[in-house]
């Protein structure tokens, strides 16, 4: 497996959820790994990263203070925690791999090398 997204789930407004990204040993270790969701009807936008060299992270400002992106380094892992769940965060999350990482990474689908395969978030009452 190259990027392999889980996680996702119906949850109700103000709940959590963890979906997590598992990646390739190769891929995780050199490769700035992100988030990007896709509401329907809506373009795809990139929510929150992490480098490979530093663990520093990056994050949209509709999910700052919501949102924590994390590694394990032991489970090649990427985590997304995500709590205060609104329903306007409904969407099918995607994980994404770059071997470059920078301030502008979120703003940038087509600079991403590997994208997995989307985990659909559900935020309803």
């Known amino acids: 497996v190259q990027l392999q997204a889980s996680g996702g789930g119906l949850v109700q407004p103000g709940e959590s959820l963890r979906p997590s990204c598992l990646a390739s040993?190769?891929?995780?270790?050199?490769?700035?790994i992100g988030w990007f969701r896709q509401a329907p009807g809506k373009e795809r936008e990139g929510i929150s990263c992490i480098s490979s060299s530093d663990g520093s992270t990056n994050y949209a400002d509709s999910v700052k203070g919501r949102f924590t992106i994390s590694r394990d380094d032991a489970k090649n892992t990427v985590y997304l925690q995500m709590n205060s769940l609104k329903p306007e965060d409904t969407a099918v999350y995607y994980c994404?791999?770059?071997?470059?990482?920078?301030?502008?990474?979120?703003?940038?689908?087509?600079?991403?090398?590997?994208w997995g395969k989307g985990t659909l978030v559900t935020v309803s009452s």
């Open positions: 040993g190769s891929i995780f270790a050199n490769h700035g």
């Open positions: 994404a791999a770059a071997r470059w990482y920078g301030s502008n990474w979120l703003n940038n689908l087509n600079g991403m090398d590997y």
